[in-house]
């Protein structure tokens, strides 16, 4: 799935993406560091794993979208 990053804490290393319906969903360490990069600015295109439904949805993988 794709969306955009929209925040980020650098310390943390969490944050939050906006998918492309404008639902903000926020990710943790856990999510941003199984995706290997090492910064994250606002705006960038980002490839996102979610699983679990509703109120339940959380991210478990950001890295960059690639072409």
Avoid: H, K, N
Wanted: aromatic share 8%; net charge negative.
């Amino acid at each position: 799935m794709q969306a955009t990053s929209y925040t980020f804490d650098p310390e943390t290393r969490s944050g939050s993406v906006l998918l492309d319906d404008g639902t903000p969903l926020p990710f943790d360490t856990a999510a941003f560091d199984a995706g290997g990069l090492r910064l994250l600015r606002s705006g960038q295109r980002v490839r996102i794993e979610v699983e679990g439904s509703g109120d339940e949805r959380r991210v478990t993988f950001v890295t960059l979208q690639t072409l």
